[in-house]
């Protein structure tokens, strides 16, 4: 006896939902996406497909994309999310720390000559083992085939800056605190061409990090955070290379007038513009950095919930109560016969 086929108001077609819904493709069958829908491995738009396809780009199953982001991947992925997220934001912390006006740091610094070499290190372990927990891939099948160049990018890059950092570091204190020539001559070979290489290191790794955490934002569906996170990266990743190309600017401006002996025209303009640009660059840098690590208290957040909440089980909803009804009756007429 088929009880959906007696009940006459059982309806032939599936619904057309306007909201994805995991429990609504196991309870009504495939239907068409009404309403944006990112996919959880590639951030593709999946309006007007049908919900047991998959992804034209990446080949990723539409009905884990309906489920969202977070509660498709599992929670040990989301709880290394934000183990990699709390560990960028110590970095971010430690790279503000080592930016300071080195007045500020003077109480600090002469408890050993080594402690910025310690903060600087400190920072940069915090930042590659971070983006390498926050870019490695979902155990449970997840593709994301199209950020594949961006991951390694990421990881690549952040993992330059952060090789070249102690190293420039360790030469500072070797050089003008240890007095060995060969660190001091490189120094200024790190000052020169190295330092212009270091800048776009620098600003790649920023700018892929933020790209990969934008990436997040868009395939849990969160607007606002995706848009927060792009506005974030270029504030950073353009005050920081200001900065950059205005101290480089003023190095090489020394250099030539030591090696001239004189200053000429450009000495008094170069006094009242370089010094006020970086000051209001390293000001917008760190503004941008506190919203930075705000941000990485969001995604923390989001990530540690669902890591806490373990894997979710749908459960459908009590059947029609002439289902129930019918059921029953025929429960209890082959109890009868027996």
């Not at 970095?91 to 007045?103: F, H, M, Q, T, W």
């Not at 950092?165 to 003008?176: D, E, M, R, S, V």
Request: charged share 15%; aromatic share 10%.
């Amino acid at each position: 006896m088929n009880l959906a086929s007696s009940n006459d108001n059982t309806p032939t077609d599936p619904p057309r939902l306007t909201t994805p819904d995991a429990a609504c493709v196991a309870l009504f069958g495939p239907h068409e996406l009404q309403a944006e829908t990112p996919c959880i491995g590639c951030g593709y738009d999946l309006r007007g497909l049908s919900s047991d396809a998959r992804c034209p780009e990446c080949g990723e199953a539409i009905e884990r994309s309906l489920r969202g982001f977070l509660n498709a991947v599992p929670p040990e992925y989301a709880r290394r999310l934000a183990w990699g997220t709390v560990l960028l934001l110590f970095g971010v912390a430690l790279d503000l720390l080592s930016k300071l006006p080195r007045a500020w740091l003077l109480p600090l610094l002469t408890l050993n000559v080594w402690m910025d070499f310690v903060l600087v290190c400190a920072q940069s372990l915090a930042s590659v083992t971070g983006i390498w927990l926050v870019t490695t891939r979902p155990a449970d099948g997840v593709r994301q085939s199209r950020g594949t160049a961006l991951r390694w990018i990421a990881r690549i890059a952040v993992t330059l800056n952060a090789a070249y950092k102690p190293a420039f570091t360790l030469l500072i204190l070797l050089g003008y605190g240890g007095g060995m020539d060969w660190a001091m001559k490189l120094v200024a070979l790190f000052m020169s061409p190295v330092a212009c290489a270091w800048t776009l290191i620098a600003e790649a790794a920023i700018f892929a990090t933020l790209l990969w955490f934008g990436k997040l934002a868009k395939r849990m569906a969160h607007r606002r955070l995706e848009a927060r996170t792009r506005l974030v990266m270029w504030g950073l990743g353009v005050s920081l290379a200001l900065w950059d190309a205005l101290v480089l600017v003023t190095f090489y401006y020394v250099r030539w007038a030591r090696a001239s002996g004189h200053r000429g025209v450009i000495g008094p303009l170069m006094d009242n513009i370089t010094g006020p640009s970086v000051g209001a660059m390293r000001i917008a840098y760190f503004l941008f950095a506190i919203a930075w690590g705000l941000l990485l208290l969001g995604y923390r957040r989001r990530f540690a919930a669902r890591g806490a909440r373990g894997n979710p089980t749908i459960r459908p909803p009590a059947p029609p109560s002439e289902v129930v009804q019918g059921t029953s009756e025929l429960q209890d007429t082959e109890t009868q016969e027996l």
